[in-house]
T-cell receptor, first 117, second 115 residues
Framework: GQQVMQIPQYQHVQEGEDFTTYCNSS?????IQWYKQRPGGHPVFLIQ?????EVKKQKRLTFQFGEAKKNSSLHITATQTTDVGTYFC?????????????????FGQGTILTVHP | KAGVTQTPRYLIKTRGQQVTLSCSPI?????VSWYQQTPGQGLQFLFE???????NKGNFPGRFSGRQFSNSRSEMNVSTLELGDSALYLC??????????????FGPGTRLTVT
């Protein structure tokens, strides 16, 4: 079935270093979403990318959607200890009356980020 | 607005028992989805309900079921519990925003331990 492969599984960085996680799909994605889950917490929506080649920024976070809409990346500049957590990409794979149902997400395996002070 | 709430937050059951988990979505959200999260399998979709109808279903056995009420609150039930059902069960509610903008809001989850 449809799935997104996410790498790396783990990433350890020193505070101040940059961090990037990648999601790759063998099929074209209609859109991709990114979530962050803090240790002991629940996933929190970060962003949705829809357009080919789209780039969005949120402070130190930069999200990209590939030109072919088969890959995406999340880059964090100058990590801080507050960035610790697991970052997931997810694609919508559900179907409802009239088209896509956004209520069904297929998640990547996640990248666990550890930031050493 | 209040966020997504789930009850109970923690639950311990024994094999063979059944369990019912509850989720109250954000006011106005009509779609409620359920996910199972385990260290080995990650986040896996269970099912989605929209206006009291199951709209999508994941690849889980029939022991997993759910329903949605007219006020959009949802319950999921797991019968004949197995050790492998130990997991964090997350509920998410969602609503389409303007254009193609969309996001899901997750609740804090119910941590189920089967012994």
């Amino acid at each position: 079935g449809q799935q997104v492969m996410q790498i790396p599984q783990y990433q350890h960085v020193q505070e101040g270093e940059d961090f990037t996680t990648y999601c790759n799909s063998s099929t074209t994605l209609s859109n991709i979403q990114w979530y962050k889950q803090r240790p002991g917490g629940h996933p929190v929506f970060l962003i949705q990318l829809v357009k080919s080649g789209e780039v969005k920024k949120q402070k130190r976070l930069t999200f990209q959607f590939g030109e072919a809409k088969k890959n995406s990346s999340l880059h964090i500049t100058a990590t801080q200890t507050t960035d610790v957590g697991t970052y997931f990409c997810a694609q919508t794979t559900g179907r409802g009356a009239g088209g896509t149902s956004y209520g069904k997400l297929t998640f990547g395996q996640g990248t666990i980020l550890t930031v050493h002070p | 607005k209040a966020g997504v709430t789930q009850t109970p937050r923690y639950l311990i059951k024994t094999r063979g028992q059944q369990v019912t988990l509850s989720c109250s979505p954000i006011s106005g959200h009509r779609s409620v989805s359920w996910y199972q999260q385990t260290p080995g399998q990650g986040l896996q979709f269970l099912f989605e309900y929209f206006s009291e109808t199951q709209r999508n279903k994941g690849n889980f056995p029939g022991r997993f079921s759910g329903r949605q009420f007219s006020n959009s609150r949802s319950e999921m039930n797991v019968s004949t519990l197995e050790l492998g059902d130990s997991a964090l069960y997350l509920c998410a509610s969602s609503q389409r925003l303007a254009g193609s903008s969309y996001e899901q809001y997750f609740g804090p989850g119910t941590r189920l331990t089967v012994t």
